[in-house]
Nanobody, 123 residues
């Protein structure tokens, strides 16, 4: 599986931005597709994920109510719509695939990663 993330950019606080992740290869029904982010000097952290089989969506507390994750099984894409952006959302955002279907928050369970896309939120 190869993942290609796109859609990052520079926005102002309060704005919205949408990221997209296109997957090539077979996404099996047990996959979990996730978004993570890494700010300068910080560890990579979980943002949101969606189960491929039953479309269960999971969010980090820091983005709950502001971000929404979508998946399109026909197009093999996973989008992250981000609203009410804050300067602390500034990071490189990565999409990833977890073929084990468990431990959603643990980045070590994701063995396919996209290249990352920069999101910068100015105050």
């Amino acid at each position: 599986v190869q993942l290609q993330a796109s859609g990052g950019g520079l926005v102002q606080a309060g704005d919205s931005l949408s990221l997209s992740c296109a997957a090539s290869g077979i996404i099996y029904s047990n996959f979990i597709m996730g978004w993570f982010r890494q700010a300068p000097g910080k560890e990579r952290e979980f943002v949101a994920a969606v189960t491929w089989r039953n479309y269960k969506r999971i969010y980090a507390d820091s983005v709950k109510g502001r971000f929404t994750i979508y998946r399109d099984a026909a197009k093999n894409t996973v989008d992250l719509q981000m609203g009410s952006l804050k300067p602390e959302d500034t990071a490189v955002y990565y999409c990833a695939a977890n073929r084990y279907g468990d431990d959603t928050y643990n980045l070590r369970r994701y063995d396919y990663w996209g290249q990352g896309t920069q999101v910068t939120v100015s105050s």
